[in-house]
Nanobody
Framework: QVQLVESGGGLVQAGGSLRLSCAAS????????MGWFRQAPGKEREFVAT????????FYADSVKGRFTISRDNAKNTVYLQMTSLKPEDTAVYYC????????????????????WGQGTQVTVSS
């Protein structure tokens, strides 16, 4: 079992920045691929970013590429999502997710592959 707790959400003006954190506890964090997903009201959950167990490979949704950066600190069992140049359309509940993925295969981008999920943190971007 892996428990995930997100933090760092809040209200920010368009053009601003936020850094989300996801603290993991339980089984070996360092073998897990980590992902960030988001869900806006009335919309389906969508992929935002993912990072491999080693931190050497990451992928982003086109909508956030160049603005968001995913990173991880395996010594602290924490994954981060640095969000810059925020837009009102980034408003959503952001979820951290984990799946045991100790391979050289690229980290997954589909929500259905992830096993563990956090409770989510609200990000609201005002115009």
């Amino acid at each position: 079992q892996v428990q995930l707790v997100e933090s760092g959400g809040g209200l920010v003006q368009a053009g601003g920045s936020l850094r989300l954190s996801c603290a993991a506890s339980g089984r070996a964090f360092s073998t897990h691929a980590m992902g960030w997903f988001r869900q806006a009201p009335g919309k389906e959950r969508e992929f935002v970013a993912t990072i491999s167990w080693s931190g050497s490979v990451s992928f982003y949704a086109d909508s956030v590429k160049g603005r968001f950066t995913i990173s991880r600190d395996n010594a602290k069992n924490t994954v981060y999502l640095q969000m810059t140049s925020l837009k009102p359309e980034d408003t959503a509940v952001y979820y951290c997710a984990a799946v045991n993925w100790p391979t050289s295969n690229p980290p997954p981008t589909y929500a259905s592959i992830y096993v563990y999920w956090g409770q989510g943190t609200q990000v609201t971007v005002s115009s």
